[in-house]
């Protein structure tokens, strides 16, 4: 199973980025999706997960500012980033709970991270 993040950069304050995470794999089920960051010098934090069925929450910091999504045929999510502050610079991770068929033929669940991608905003 493989988790992975694309769409970071460099963007000015007040800008806009849209990051993607593809899961790839043996996988029969995919639960909670969601970004997390983390902030050079500090801990991974949520920033919005989301449900199978679509239920959404987000972190205080970017509510009203960012929109998470997913298509579930396409075994992905979406993170969409406006109004950027330089409070946003950080490694986004995508993470999902999911279910794969193991190499003996078994189902194993278990929780995935990407490799990050990194957002930058310049004030």
């Known amino acids: 199973v493989e988790l992975v993040e694309s769409g970071g950069g460099l963007v000015q304050s007040g800008g806009s980025l849209r990051l993607s995470c593809v899961a790839s794999g043996r996988i029969t089920r995919i639960d909670d999706m969601g970004w997390y960051r983390q902030a050079p010098g500090k801990g991974r934090d949520v920033v919005a997960t989301i449900t199978s069925s679509g239920v959404t929450v987000y972190a205080d910091s970017v509510k009203g500012r960012f929109t998470i999504s997913r298509d579930n045929a396409k075994k992905s999510v979406y993170l969409e980033m406006n109004r950027l502050k330089s409070e946003d610079t950080a490694v986004y991770y995508c993470?999902?709970?999911?279910?794969?068929?193991?190499?003996?033929?078994?189902?194993?669940?278990?929780?995935?991270w990407g490799e990050g991608t990194l957002v930058t905003v310049s004030s």
């Open positions: 993470n999902a709970g999911l279910t794969a068929l193991t190499d003996a033929g078994a189902f194993e669940v278990g929780n995935y």
